[in-house]
């Protein structure tokens, strides 16, 4: 078999397993099975393949078609131009992530900071954690998540992205964690927090696509009846760890909007701003205390 029907015969298996874009997912495990980059699939499209490359790259095209998420069959995702490692269990993270970590950064720089104390509650991979510390290189990350998995691959990415010397990395279930993450790594408050949380509610788990449904943790995704239970009861001891200048970005679903900034509201902050992301849709609640 050759570079070109291999490529078409991937693409047909995850048309028919219903697989969404089965086009640029089977450029993507070519690519990845074979160790070229995407851009080189169609340089050279009757070059003959091994025995051995044509069955890892449709063992890898069975896993998909099985509706197990691409990061999961790849062992790896791109997130704000960063390679991160991916395992079943952990949640993958999402473009529109990427609203959250620009709007925090630029509200951080704006506050000309000269050390930057963050914590990234949920952080699953690391993503924004590691973005974060990506950007700034200096100061101090904490990393937390009720997942011993989470926190050992945010852990790993935070290395693979050479950041790990910034970083601090926390199991816990976000409130009962706080209290040791402020005595051991920040005596005075939090900067910045940023938390994904899980905003969907959990009649709504069910009809998501069986990607998510599945294969992804539902600890991360169910919000509980309203969606918004996790973030409720955070904001209260989010606000008693923040310091005097600190901001908290929280990811949100596009209609709650209005009930999140209540809950800022009620948990004494005073000044709250929505982000949109390139959709126009809002996506990001960001709150001050004064």
Known sequence: MNLSSLLRSV????EAAGVPSPGVDADLLVSHGLKIPRSGLYLDPARELSPAEESLVMDLARE??????LQYVTGECEFMSLTF??????????????????????????DSLKSHVMLDLCTGSGAIAVSLACHF???????????????EIARENAILNGVNDIMR???????????????SDCEHGFDAITCNPPYVGSAEID??????????????LDG????????ESMLPRIASILTGRGIV????????????????KNAGFEMTEVVKDLNGKDRVIIGRRA
């Open 11 to 14: 693409r047909k298996s995850l």
């Open 249 to 264: 970005g929280f990811e949100i679903g596009e209609t709650q909007a209005v009930p999140v900034e209540a809950m800022f």
């Open 224 to 231: 509980g009846d309203t969606g918004l239970e996790f973030i």
């Open 207 to 220: 009809e998501l696509d069986p990607e998510i449904r599945d294969h992804e943790p539902r600890i991360a």
């Open 137 to 151: 290189k200096t100061g101090l990350v904490v990393a937390s998540d009720i997942s011993p998995l989470a926190v």
């Open 64 to 69: 998909r078609a099985k509706r197990l998420p």
């Open 169 to 183: 990395f926390v199991v816990g279930d976000g409130v009962g964690s706080l209290g040791s993450i402020t005595r």
């Open 85 to 110: 490692k991916m395992k079943e269990g952990v949640f993958i993270p999402r473009p529109e992530t990427e609203v959250l970590v620009d709007a925090m950064t630029e509200r951080i720089e704006a």
